[in-house]
């Protein structure tokens, strides 16, 4: 059965201008990635961040934006990774013990860490690798991807600290 004649008009306008808000939001992403990652490639850090697996230039940037370019804010991967969220905490009371995920935390950063670990899956091996472990011992896909992010929040630390790019070799060691 065939829509009116006016109402399926009435759709097609609908349809014509949600496609030309679509097309003016899309040429407006683009041309803020652009001028980000103009942005982005003029800071000291970027060559750094840019070479870690599944960073792209807006999530580079969050995650710059979020620790900051301070290079004696975090003194050990440890804190850098409390920081960001992804470090466990342990809660050990008699015979019992539970690893959890921390609460406190800055949730922009976290919510990054997470899509960095989801991205870092398709980009890395060793990622790949670590993630697979992780499913494998039970851990659910969120408790995995956030073990994978602390791991990548270490990996970057070490990279900061020594000011070399990522090396998978280096990374994730046979």
């Known amino acids: 059965m065939d829509a009116p004649a ?3 008009g009435a759709y097609g306008q609908v349809v014509t201008a949600s496609v030309a808000v679509l097309g003016a939001l899309n040429a407006q992403v683009i041309a803020l990635q652009e001028a980000l990652g103009a942005a982005l490639s003029c800071h000291r850090q970027a060559p750094i961040l840019r ?6 230039v807006v999530l580079a940037a969050r ?18 990774k409390a920081y960001a969220g992804t470090a466990p905490i342990t809660r050990a009371s008699g015979t ?37 472990r992780r499913r494998a011992v039970g ?12 791991r990548l929040v270490g990996v970057l630390h ?11 070799a280096v990374a994730w060691p046979a």
């Open 63 to 80: 995650l710059l934006g979020e620790f900051g370019d301070d290079p004696h804010r975090y003194q050990t991967a440890k804190g850098r």
């Open 6 to 8: 006016a109402l399926a």
């Open 96 to 132: 019992r013990t539970v690893v959890a995920a921390r609460v406190a935390r800055n949730d922009r950063l976290a919510n990054a860490c997470t899509l960095w670990a989801f991205a870092a899956l398709n980009a890395s091996p060793g990622a790949r690798r670590c993630y697979d």
């Open 51 to 56: 070479s870690q697996p599944g960073l792209g």
């Open 158 to 168: 070490g990279c900061l600290v020594n000011q070399v790019a990522y090396d998978e």
């Open 139 to 150: 851990n659910s896909h969120q408790q995995a991807l956030r073990a994978l992010a602390n």
